[in-house]
């Protein structure tokens, strides 16, 4: 990695190198003492991250038509809304760079630990739920989703980087896939956010279309919670379109979804060997390193992910005695959904953060292509689906 003095002509994803064991950045010339820590600006980016976090999970949540269908999962996640909002901000207002070390401690720092407790939503006994013929049309899904966007790179019609993203994305789990990725592949701060819009944007339109189509087609509400868990990105999506169809088609769409997550970690190995064993088109070739297929971030993804399997995170009872100013209380809660909300809430205020260091200027570079071979390969995949449905029934 090449020196510079300027801290701005960094990506995130760049001094995110440093947890695949490669040295932190240099940001001053080597003949002078690196600059203490100053706590002020760092708390006052986290802050400003955080503050959007709470207006990105308040518009996300808002009760308006059609996003009631679940009652309480509104389709778009806020990982999307705290992107625009950060986008937003950032190209209206003058920021100050008084912000950008605490977004930047945001990204660095505290995103790894969110990956890291995300395993905690995995249960790999869900896989078994699903029966070998969902599970073989699970990986399917992922193996034509990635390779779809393999293709599309060799085609030269989208960048390494950028179609590995939208690759996972459209495979497993939308912007969560994404932003999980996105370290282990090296991926610049313009390709995540274009990447979480392109998938978030595809899986609304297939929200929406899925459930008129199989009403035409007068699918059983068991075949359409498969179609709809194998076909739709993200996670809230798939339940809304799940439980508009039935009861049932929401239940099966639900398992089916979880296992497609479940999938996530290995997934992220072989994203992982791909990035290191191949040359990326627009960049240097990445040196195969075994240590490099498991940075700390994804082993202690994996490890949480079986700790939740082996039900090794606890439900905790905590027993507040009682005093002359409260009264004896009893506070329940769920280990394993602790973490997740806390990874939530930290994968949120890390995109916030990405949000508001983004131009829109920089973003002009990307073009349309990419997202129209995200809708060609949700297409694609949607309709292989289908197909094998039909047959199998």
Known sequence: MSQTSNLSNYAWADYLDCMDGLPEPMILPSNRAPPKPRYVPLMLGVAAAGLVTVAAIYFSELPFAPFTLTGDRHPIEPVMVAIIIGMIIANLLPLPKLLQPGLRFTIKRLLPIAVILLGARLDFFNILKVGFAGLGMSLLTIVAGIGLFLLFIRLGWVKYKLGLLLGIGTAICGGTAIVAAA?????????????????????????????????????????????????????????????????????????????????????????????????????????????????????????????????????????????????????????????????????????AAVGLETRFSALRHTGVRPLALGFAAAGIICAGILGLLFLTA
């Open 183 to 351: 370290p282990v592949i090296g991926a610049d701060d313009k390709d995540v956010t274009f990447g979480v819009a392109t998938v978030t944007l595809c899986g609304l339109v297939a929200m929406f279309l899925l459930p008129l189509a199989a009403g035409a087609m007068h699918m059983s509400e068991h075949a359409f919670g498969v179609w709809a868990g194998l076909s739709i990105h993200q996670t809230p999506q798939v339940i809304a379109a799940g439980f508009a169809y039935g009861n049932e088609a929401g239940d099966t769409a639900t398992i089916v979804k979880l296992a497609r997550v479940c999938l996530l970690a290995p997934a992220l190995i072989v994203l992982g060997w791909l990035a290191a064993r191949f040359d990326a088109p627009d960049g240097p070739q990445r040196r195969f390193r075994l240590r490099g297929l498991f940075p700390m971030f994804v082993v202690g993804f994996l490890l949480m992910a079986l700790l939740k399997t082996l039900g090794l995170l606890p439900d905790v009872n905590l027993q507040i005695p009682g005093s002359t100013l409260f009264d004896a209380r009893s506070i329940d809660f769920n280990l394993a959904r602790l973490c997740e909300t806390v990874s939530k809430l930290v994968i949120i205020a890390a995109m």
